[in-house]
């Protein structure tokens, strides 16, 4: 499995919003989904965190999004990140799974605040959140 670098979103962002980068998790010459890795602090990443994952319902279950997260790890200390936010809705079971094999602690589980919601989905109201220390990965 690796990572091929997609875009670099810096320029025509909302007021506030970090750059942030998008790669296809590739599997031999077959993209099966994309990681995403946000710049920003702790604090600015702390309701979206900073990595992100999607993997094609054809190609789930297979471990592809923990994988991918730790070979996002490398890109991110390529960046000089030292401390990285992951979250997830607690109802989803698959991100909470997927987040439990990770050398990440919970911090909490936390209200997205009203300010924010409109970027996210009607459905997510709350957040877990986890802290993972890159030094230690």
Same mark, same amino acid.
């Given at each position: 499995?690796?990572? *091929?670098?997609? $875009?670099? =979103?810096?320029?025509?962002?909302?007021?506030?919003?970090?750059?942030?980068?998008? #790669?296809?998790?590739? =599997?031999?010459?077959?993209?099966?989904?994309?990681?995403?890795?946000?710049?920003?602090?702790?604090? $600015?990443? #702390?309701?979206?965190?900073? +990595?992100?994952?999607?993997?094609?319902?054809?190609?789930?279950?297979?471990?592809?999004?923990?994988?991918?997260?730790?070979?996002?790890? *490398?890109?991110?200390? &390529?960046?000089?990140?030292?401390?990285?936010? +992951?979250?997830?809705?607690? &109802?989803?079971?698959?991100?909470?799974?997927?987040?439990?094999?990770?050398?990440?602690?919970?911090?909490?589980? =936390?209200?997205?605040?009203?300010?924010?919601?409109?970027?996210?989905?009607?459905?997510?109201?709350?957040?877990? =959140?986890?802290? +993972?220390?890159? &030094? $230690?990965?």
């Amino acid at each position: 499995m690796k990572l *091929e670098l997609v $875009e670099y =979103v810096h320029t025509g962002l909302p007021k506030g919003w970090k750059p942030y980068y998008i #790669y296809h998790i590739l =599997v031999g010459s077959q993209c099966v989904g994309t990681i995403v890795l946000r710049e920003g602090t702790l604090q $600015e990443r #702390y309701y979206d965190g900073h +990595i992100g994952y999607t993997i094609e319902k054809p190609y789930q279950g297979h471990h592809y999004s923990l994988q991918a997260c730790f070979l996002i790890f *490398e890109k991110a200390k &390529e960046l000089n990140m030292k401390q990285l936010i +992951i979250t997830c809705s607690p &109802e989803n079971r698959a991100s909470h799974h997927i987040i439990q094999h990770l050398p990440a602690r919970y911090i909490e589980t =936390v209200s997205i605040p009203k300010q924010l919601k409109k970027y996210f989905t009607k459905e997510e109201t709350h957040k877990e =959140v986890y802290l +993972i220390q890159l &030094e $230690e990965v």
